[in-house]
């Protein structure tokens, strides 16, 4: 047992060092260090050196390492609501509404599509359940990783971030409301009912817990910040975090919805500041985690004589992916953000689409799986695709674009080379007719 515990231990150590060096190459170049991270986990996996494989269920490191994923998400998520104001929210509450219905629609339709077209083609067979599920899965969106790319290059109080922010949390919403109606249907289980229920559940526990937190957290802070014990503060706000994790899980929705609401609700206190530092600094060493997990979740082996049929199943559904949630950008009503930067930021579908898939693999259908052998591969290899352009592309997207100016007033933010806000005045521009990016 002990020896078990050390090579568990061994493994993570050389899963975290690995992260941050891969991450600080990442930066070095140029781009985002998500990249590198996303990247270590391909390595370090099945596909190449096997560190851990989270294929084998004879893997005692492979439970341990998906757990601090779990784990790294959380924080994350929890982190990004802590930087985030709930006016600020609100501001672009119905561009963020309207992105995710298009994004849903659009990524579904182009699933679906793509799907049907292949069956046509022969490539797989055709079913009516399986064309849904793709179009299902394509419908996710990972907030995970654009908020790590807008996190690292300063970009969360633009415009473009809380539209994504709110998108996606919408967009998570129901993309597991119709991954509840797909799977109904694949059991021949379907009831109106239930589904109804859950979508009920759902958006009540967002919006009770909103109202609830928000009367009753800053007192209790205020309160906890006159404690003598050191940590007192993160230790409850990181408990309260992971309590909301477990009552998302609850009403159906994922866990790291309920830990960007608790950062929401934290946000609204006089600690905020105080608890983005610390909760930033367990970040540093989790989160990483989480992306190297995504990456892990790469497996290359065994296509063997499918692997025409996989890589051309795989591309079909990575173009449909990448069109389907672009168009969400067409969804943003304010003509100082970028629809294009909106779209992007919408792509991914990292740990939220790898869900999906899992589901599909693991859901039978007279004893046979619905995704089955190399059709899930192909499924993963859209997933993968779609997760690792979209931190260079964002970033390239918003490089060299400032922050709205009429959200500071008379003064335009930016960061300086330490991720500090630093204020400039607006510089005046000729005006000029918008284009598709949303920019004048």
Do not use: C
Not at 62 to 90: C, N, P, Q, R
């Amino acid at each position: 047992m002990a020896a078990a515990i050390g090579i568990i231990l061994l493994k993570l150590a050389v899963l975290v060092l690995v992260a941050k060096l891969a991450g600080e190459l990442a930066e070095r170049i140029r781009q985002p260090a998500v990249l590198g991270e996303l990247l270590a986990g391909v390595l370090l996996g099945p596909s190449l050196f096997g560190l851990v494989d989270l294929h084998d269920a004879g893997d005692a490191s492979a439970s341990f390492v998906a757990f601090l994923a779990s784990l790294g998400a959380i924080v994350l998520l929890f982190e990004v609501g802590l930087e985030t104001k709930i006016k600020d929210m609100l501001s672009v509450g119905k561009s963020a509404g309207i992105v995710a219905v298009i994004g849903i629609a659009a990524a579904f339709a182009a699933g679906f599509g793509a799907s049907y077209w292949l069956a046509t083609l022969g490539v797989w067979p055709h079913s009516w359940i399986f064309h849904i599920f793709l179009g299902a899965t394509l419908t996710a969106t990972s907030v995970g990783i654009t908020a790590r790319v807008l996190s690292d290059m300063g970009r969360l109080a633009t415009p473009e971030a809380r539209t994504i922010l709110g998108a996606a949390v919408l967009d998570d919403v129901g993309g597991l409301l119709i991954l509840a109606i797909v799977s109904a249907l694949a059991v021949g289980a379907l009831n109106p009912g239930v589904i109804a229920l859950k979508a009920v559940l759902a958006i009540g526990f967002l919006v009770l817990a909103l109202i609830v937190g928000i009367r009753f957290a800053p007192p209790i802070l205020d309160f906890l910040g006159r404690a003598r014990v050191r940590g007192l503060l993160l230790a409850v706000a990181f408990a309260f975090a992971l309590l909301m994790a477990y009552m998302a899980e609850l009403t159906g929705l994922a866990a790291i919805v309920g830990a960007f609401a608790a950062g929401l609700i934290l946000a609204q206190t006089r600690q905020q500041h105080a608890l983005h530092e610390r909760v930033r600094t367990l970040g540093d060493v989790l989160v990483p985690v989480f992306f190297v997990y995504v990456g892990l979740q790469v497996d290359l082996r065994g296509i063997g004589a499918n692997l025409g049929p996989m890589l051309f199943a795989g591309g079909v559904l990575t173009i449909a992916g990448l069109a389907g949630k672009l168009v969400s950008g067409l969804g943003v009503i304010d003509k100082s953000t970028s629809r294009l930067a909106v779209g992007v930021g919408m792509v991914p579908r990292g740990e939220v689409g790898l869900i999906f898939a899992l589901v599909g693999a693991t859901t039978l259908i007279d004893g046979v799986p619905l995704l089955a052998g190399w059709e899930y591969t192909a499924v993963l290899l859209a997933i993968a695709i779609t997760t690792f352009i979209t931190p260079i592309w964002l970033k390239r997207v918003l490089t060299g674009r400032t922050p709205a100016a009429h959200d500071f007033g008379e003064v335009q933010a930016d960061t300086d080379a330490h991720g500090a806000a630093v204020f400039r005045p607006r510089r005046k521009k000729p005006r000029k007719g918008p284009d598709w990016t949303g920019k004048e």
